[in-house]
């Protein structure tokens, strides 16, 4: 009996030992989570801490900026009006600048490129390929001319070929025609006694007359074929001639059109004009930088001389210094910004002061021991402005 009471004695001891180290798991469970929530929490009001600083940067420039401008609207007539003149030469300058930037490119950057590089040989070349397109228009003509002679006189050709057919036709009628009329006279004169000797001299009359005239036709007809012969082969010589002048100057204008990525010397004196436009325009614009950069400084000199805040700012806004109503609405633009900063401070001030309350409550009998967790709340009360009320 009595081991048994020992090893029950013994199971309440550890029993209780347990419950104690169980209970000194939870403090630290407890407190390892206290941290953590307040580690947690800090960085929250941390972020409105941020907001308040943040706040108070702008609100400061924005006020300087005010200050700026009330000088500014209070300077002595002779100062006001040097600064003015100024700002009128930066204004008219940024405007003519502005339309050269926002001007329609009539040539391509690669073309405006590609000429740039053959300057110095393009005047030449719009004028060559002109004589060359003019020179071939003609040898087209000059082309087009024989052509049109050599398929006339193989139109002749094919006429008198005709001719002379429709002529050995009719030589076979009339022989024909003569032998029936001169066996009609024979039976006429030997089967009925007829005195046909008048017919007999018609007939060898017309027969004689018609084989005159076949003749004549037939060689005319020859005459005409060898003729027109001689001259279409005159017109294919001249024609391969030209053909081949063609085709060279042909070649000659398209490698000139490949080389300048143009269509004709139309389309290659357009993009000559229009380069030497853009580098005339090219100058003007920095011709009109260089003034812009004198006048910028210029102004920015007068400026300073008024002690502002930050004189570089008003070369951005010049119509500003120029006209009062641009003035007043930039004014009347920066009292609502800060009016609104002056709001979202306030907001956020509230927000980490209600933060801090609760931190404050969280770290009653909590012991402190995290440095990490200190400087966080002394970093939001300095960008919150706490630690002066603290």
């Known amino acids: 009996m009595g081991f048994f009471k020992r090893r029950k004695d013994k199971k309440m001891l550890q029993k209780v030992l347990d419950d104690v180290q169980s209970s000194e798991t939870l403090e630290q469970m407890a407190e390892k989570s206290t941290g953590s929530l307040l580690m947690d929490r800090c960085e929250q009001v941390m972020e409105n801490a941020r907001e308040i600083e943040d706040g108070k940067s702008e609100y400061y420039i924005i006020t300087s900026y005010l200050n700026d401008i009330e000088l500014i609207e209070n300077l002595p007539p002779d100062q006001a009006d040097e600064i003015k003149k100024a700002a009128e030469y930066v204004s008219k300058l940024n405007q003519a600048r502005d339309q050269f930037l926002n001007t329609t490119k009539r040539i391509s950057d690669a073309q405006f490129q590609m000429i740039q590089r053959m300057e110095d040989e393009i005047p030449d070349a719009v004028r060559n390929l002109r004589a060359n397109e003019e020179y071939q228009s ?25 001719q002379r057919r429709t002529l050995r036709k009719t030589s076979f009628l009339l022989l024909f025609a003569v032998a029936t009329a001169a066996v009609l006279w024979l039976i006429l004169s030997y089967g009925f006694e007829y005195d046909t000797r008048i017919a007999w001299i018609a007939t060898i009359c017309v027969a004689v007359l018609g084989c005159v005239y076949i003749v004549v036709r037939l060689e005319s007809s020859r005459r005409d074929i ?3 012969e001689a001259n279409i082969n005159y017109a294919i010589t001249l024609l391969n001639k030209v053909k081949i002048k063609y085709v060279n100057i042909t070649n000659a204008v398209d490698y000139v059109c490949d080389k300048y990525h143009v269509r004709d010397s139309r389309e290659f004196a357009y993009q000559w004009d229009m380069y030497q436009e853009a580098v005339r325009e090219q100058e003007k614009y920095r011709q009109t930088n260089e003034d812009l950069n004198y006048y910028y400084d210029k102004l920015v000199r007068l400026l300073k001389k008024c002690e502002l805040y930050d004189s570089r700012v008003w070369i951005e806004q010049p119509q500003a210094l120029i006209e009062s109503k641009e003035m007043v609405e930039i004014k009347h633009n920066l009292l609502v910004r800060r009016q609104k900063l002056r709001s979202k401070i306030a907001y956020n001030l509230d927000i980490v002061k209600k933060g801090r309350k609760e931190i404050d409550g969280m770290l009653k009998g909590y012991e402190v021991d995290n440095p990490k967790l200190v400087e966080m709340i002394l970093q939001i009360d300095k960008m919150a402005g706490l630690e002066q009320a603290g």
């Open 138 to 162: 003609t040898v087209k003509r000059d082309m087009q001319y024989l052509e049109g002679e050599k398929q006339e006189w193989e139109i002749l050709k094919k006429e008198r070929r005709k």
């Open 226 to 228: 060898q003729q027109a």
